[in-house]
Nanobody, 127 residues
Framework: QVQLVESGGGLVQAGGSLRLSCAPA????????MAWFRQAPEKEREFVAA????????DYADSVKGRFTISRDNAKNTVYLQMNSLKPEDTAVYYC????????????????????WGKGTPVTVSS
């Protein structure tokens, strides 16, 4: 069992930045393709960004392209989500996710096809 531990959420004003971190406790993050999803109040969980095991491939939801950057430092066993130019509509609980293999269908992937989920970290963007 892999426990994903997220950190970095909080309250920020519109236009500001936050950096989320995710580390798989007890396992090497380089063994997994990693992703971030988010769920806003009364909305379904949605894909945000993903990164391959080596970090050589990334994918983003259209709503965050140009504002968010996913990266990983396998030496530190950590995946990051740098969020810039935040908007009130980015307010959500952000979840880290891991699966062994890359997919081109992150946005439509059933949650059951994700091997591990974190407990989430809340992000609130005030207007």
């Amino acid at each position: 069992q892999v426990q994903l531990v997220e950190s970095g959420g909080g309250l920020v004003q519109a236009g500001g930045s936050l950096r989320l971190s995710c580390a798989p406790a007890g396992r090497t993050s380089s063994s997994y393709a990693m992703a971030w999803f988010r769920q806003a109040p009364e909305k379904e969980r949605e894909f945000v960004a993903a990164i391959s095991r080596s970090g050589g491939i990334t994918d983003y939801a259209d709503s965050v392209k140009g504002r968010f950057t996913i990266s990983r430092d396998n030496a530190k066993n950590t995946v990051y989500l740098q969020m810039n130019s935040l908007k009130p509509e980015d307010t959500a609980v952000y979840y880290c996710a891991a699966r062994p293999f890359w997919t081109t269908g992150w946005a439509t992937l059933p949650s059951t096809d994700i091997d591990y989920w974190g407990k989430g970290t809340p992000v609130t963007v005030s207007s």
